[in-house]
């Protein structure tokens, strides 16, 4: 289980995150809560699934509350599923109401993408997306259709949270949204996006893993030696722009790092998950080394309760969902199309975002290793915004999740629109 923050903590940071003063007075009462989904056509023979929950506020009106897309990542994990159940909707994985969920602040819109996850689908397997610029392309058209069809949400600021893969996507479809508001081919007030313990730079989250590990006495000096030895082949085929051989590099560096800290969890380093099989060191990777990968970063988000879940009561809920399609039934499908986009870094995007004025925040956990702290740290020193040493320069900081208690719940350094955060005690899903 994750250790990542809850209930009071968890929507005063969201409150935070939003640009709201935690102090703020709510005061008026909300018309009940609603839920509409529905599927778009993106592009030929591919359909993506989306879910809307209206805010359920006492005080204030859906209206007066922001809208959020939330994207998870893999690629290939499903938002509707596992964003929606285990993480930030009304109900969790057992149907039970949240103790807190974010829809005390915000309208949350799931969607699944790119095509092919969770409840979304393709009907050829050449309509899969294999960059990134497809998948920003697919969710211009889903935008559009929704916010035509959705006008009450037009004006309301809208922003697009992440998770992991999620972020480079979210990266990429923020810098494409911007360009669409600018053009008029979407109606859309867009505030701002999130990018939580995000994919922007593979390579700098890939060669802090080892020092990051030796400096929690999880690897030793022969680990750290094996560990960065292999990070190194992953630089150099990212370097040469081989980042199909960069994926699978990438593969084999977690193998390793599982077998020198017998088998920590890349989701959290206090916690362990099941070690992968010893492989000999000169491995040839193949399209089923490939299918292990995607086993090991998408199938964690869709555990067999979960999947229960989606493809019992929920989808009798549902009631549009094909009979022919599963959730969740071509996630490795995703994964392996887009092996060819997945180590390249996206810091282009993000400076291009913070050019055009829009509202960055980082999000990171502290017990993430997949997407460690220090990797981000390290994309973000590499901006070209010129703005940057004078954000490097300001100190960071503290918020506290109880105004009654002196513990430290994270730490934050914001100037102009970039903001970065750093949550102790949470996992990568923070």
């Known amino acids: ?60 009106n859906f209206s007066e509350l922001p809208l959020i897309m939330w994207l998870q990542g893999g690629p290939g994990g499903s938002s509707t599923g596992f964003g929606n159940f285990e993480e930030i909707g009304p109900l969790d994985s057992n149907l039970k109401p949240r103790n807190t969920t974010w829809l005390q602040s915000a309208s949350l819109l799931f969607v699944d993408n790119p095509v092919g996850t969770g409840f979304s689908y393709v009907n050829t397997s050449d309509a899969y ?34 998770e992991s893969y999620g972020g480079k996507m979210a990266a990429g479809i923020s810098l494409e949204l911007h360009k669409a508001i600018q053009q008029g081919s979407i109606k859309c007030n867009f505030a701002g996006v999130a990018l939580g313990d995000s994919w922007i730079s593979p390579i700098d989250s890939v060669l802090s893993w080892g020092p990051y590990l030796y400096s929690m006495s999880l690897l030793d000096d022969q680990g750290l030696a094996e560990v960065s030895k292999v990070a190194e082949q992953v630089l150099d085929a990212v370097s040469e722009g081989h980042y199909q051989k960069a994926t699978q590099l990438w593969g084999k560096a977690e193998m390793v790092i599982e077998q020198n800290t017998d088998g920590v969890n890349f989701y959290n380093i206090l916690t362990k998950s099941t070690p992968t099989p010893a492989k000999e060191s000169s491995l040839e990777f193949t399209q089923s080394h490939l299918v292990q990968l995607c086993q090991r970063h998408v199938r964690h988000l869709q555990q067999d309760a979960l999947s229960q879940l989606m493809n019992g009561p929920i989808r009798k809920k549902l009631k549009i969902i094909p009979e022919d399609h599963s959730w969740g039934g071509q996630a490795t499908n995703v994964f392996q199309n887009m092996e ?90 923070a």
């Not at 935008?143 to 959705?150: A, M, Q």
């Open 1 to 60: 289980m994750e250790l990542v923050l809850r209930s009071y903590c968890d929507l005063r940071l969201l409150l935070l995150l939003l640009g709201f003063s935690a102090g703020a007075v709510l005061s008026r009462p909300t018309d009940e809560g609603k839920e509409v989904w529905g599927y778009v056509t993106v592009h030929k023979d591919a359909h993506m699934f989306w879910w809307l929950y209206y805010a359920t506020n006492p005080w204030k």
């Open 340 to 429: 060819g986009d997945f180590m390249k870094p996206v810091i282009s995007i993000v400076d291009e975002l913070l050019e055009a004025g829009v509202n960055v925040t980082v999000y990171n956990g502290q017990l993430d290793l997949i997407v460690d702290t220090m990797g981000q740290e390290a994309w973000v020193r590499k901006l070209k915004w010129p703005e940057l040493s004078k954000f490097n320069q300001l100190k960071r900081k503290a918020l506290y999740s109880d105004p009654q208690s002196s513990e430290t719940s994270a730490f934050v350094k914001s100037y102009k629109n970039l903001a970065f955060f750093w949550i102790l005690r949470a996992g990568h899903m």
């Open 129 to 162: 997306t294999k960059n990134l610029d497809m998948v920003a392309s697919d969710m211009m058209v889903l935008l559009k259709t929704f916010f035509d069809s959705h006008t009450e949400f037009q004006t309301i600021p809208f922003y697009i949270f992440s």
